[in-house]
């Protein structure tokens, strides 16, 4: 290949050693850091940025860049590279170095000053950093793309093309058919859940959470599992990809699936070709795809019926109290419908309302209809609206997620795109698979894996989301496939 294109990459490669730096970190701060390292470690982040903005800014670059796309051809893998580079080049041309960085700092301080106010159930303690981190991203839209509305410009940071226009019909259409499944659900006799609820020490949660995790793909030779506040993953390059995870004592459900949900989005990021390693294509598409892994193995996988078939003698050895359990009684449990305060320990056919929640609180806020201080009230309110629940506290409130602390803002919508996509390649890994239940009972996952693995995780971000779903199902994005799944489960575990 090409010197110029070398060049590139050998520049990239040192771009992409500083975002893992930073990402270190970040795992860092969200699991082990003591409280009085925050000030510390918000200005490390910001010098990192600064580095990163720096290199992404060189001259040297950019001319690298230029002189690569002449040489390449066109179509090519070589040419995605440069494509995705020049892509990155051009956003951080457009927002300043000291924005750049004053972003770092802040969202490092508001990670803090969320984990406090959370802590104490106080949103005070929060709400002059949720100020300073809109007004920073508000600033961050205008400099990325003046013409276009500030809340676009944020969704586009997350799923490349998505406007709040398109999201609106989508979200209409989930209300407007789940509503009328949920309320079936909540007049119909009780579920028995027993099995499901009872005293799980952390231990026991944590091996049996981890042998699903393993069994499925993750390799935990490149990865490792630690406690933290809110559950997430994340990559420090080939070969590093950890999740995390947090658990109740009193219900074994939201540990498990909250390991099976980030132990989907390592299976994806374990899976990126090695040959993508420290290049502009090490990563994955947008985060609708992202959250799609998550779910598929989360849901399509965790709460079915050939799996609990296969789980259920593992689930009996670690925790034997529950040995009285039957696989019939564990799946239907796993698909219980109740309208609820939090979104991560949603069920299936609640969760697309707690994202829409948020979207509806982040359109007004992006819109300036609301300001930051209405949050709370505001969130109560549209809880009571779409699910008919309001929390007793901020802490299961407002502040119950970490995107806004991240300054993570048109993050939320990828949820419902992610539930929506994982049906449609669970049914064309189907389709070209045959019926995975029954492998599922048998402990076998490895057919599903490779054909994600050959279909989506090994492209990196080469192709977008939709792209990527058009090769690998023959199919635009569709709710239809996603609403006739929830309202089989739902129906089939109230009798319906």
């Not at 500030?150 to 989508?170: C, F, H, K, R, S």
Request: aromatic share 8%.
């Amino acid at each position: 290949m090409t010197s110029a294109y070398q060049k590139m990459l050998a520049l990239w490669g040192e771009v992409s050693d500083l975002d893992n730096a930073n990402s270190v970190l970040r795992w860092d701060q969200e699991t082990y850091m003591p409280a009085k390292g925050a000030t510390a470690r918000g200005k490390i982040i910001s010098t990192l940025t600064g580095m990163r903005h720096a290199k992404l800014n060189a001259p040297e670059l950019r001319a690298a860049i230029d002189d690569a796309l002449t040489e390449v051809e066109e179509s090519s893998i070589e040419h995605a590279q440069v494509l995705r580079a020049q892509k990155k080049v051009n956003e951080a041309n457009c927002i300043p170095a000291d924005l750049a960085t004053a972003i770092a700092e802040a969202e490092s301080n508001g990670l803090v000053a969320w984990q406090n106010a959370r802590k104490e159930s106080d949103f005070s303690l929060f709400e002059s950093q949720l100020i300073a981190l809109v007004k920073l991203n508000r600033e961050k839209a205008a400099a990325l793309d003046p013409d276009s509305p500030a809340y676009d410009v944020m969704l586009n940071l997350y799923e490349e093309g998505v406007t709040e226009a398109q999201l609106v019909p989508i979200f209409d259409e989930l209300r407007g058919e789940l509503a009328p499944l949920i309320k079936a659900a909540n007049a119909a006799a009780p579920v028995d859940e027993s099995c499901a609820v009872g005293n799980f020490s952390a231990d026991a949660q944590r091996d049996f959470a981890m042998l699903i995790a393993k069994k499925i793909g993750y390799d935990t030779e490149a990865g490792r599992l630690d406690k933290t506040t809110h559950p997430f993953c994340t990559t420090f390059g080939a070969g590093d990809v950890r999740i995390t995870w947090r658990w109740l004592d009193d219900d074994f459900r939201s540990g498990l699936s909250g390991v099976m949900h980030e132990a989907g989005h390592a299976l994806y990021e374990q899976g990126f070709s090695s040959d993508l390693a420290r290049t502009p294509l090490f990563n994955a598409t947008g985060l609708g795809m992202h959250e799609s892994q998550s779910r598929l193995w989360e849901n399509m996988v965790g709460r079915s019926a050939g799996f609990w078939e296969w789980a259920m003698p593992h689930f009996r050895t670690a925790f034997p109290e529950q040995a009285h359990c039957s696989v019939e009684q564990m799946v239907k449990a796993q698909n219980t419908s109740r309208p609820s305060l939090i979104r991560v320990e949603a069920d299936e056919a609640t969760y697309n309302l707690h994202v829409a929640v948020r979207f509806e609180i982040e359109r007004k806020l992006f819109s300036s209809q609301v300001e930051v201080g209405d949050l709370p009230e505001l969130w109560d309110n549209t809880y009571r609206e779409l699910l008919g629940v309001s929390a007793d506290n901020v802490a299961d409130g407002v502040l119950q997620d970490i995107h806004w602390a991240m300054g993570a803002f048109g993050y939320f919508p990828t949820y419902s795109l992610g539930n929506i996509i994982c049906v449609q390649l669970y049914k064309a890994a189907e389709a070209a698979l045959g019926d995975l239940q029954a492998p599922f009972a048998k402990g076998d996952f490895a057919p599903l894996l490779g054909w994600l693995r050959s279909n989506i995780h090994q492209h990196g971000n080469r192709y977008s989301t939709f792209e990527l779903l058009k090769h690998a199902t023959g199919e635009e994005l569709c709710a239809a496939p996603l609403l006739e799944h929830l309202k089989d489960r739902v129906s089939s575990a109230y009798g319906l």
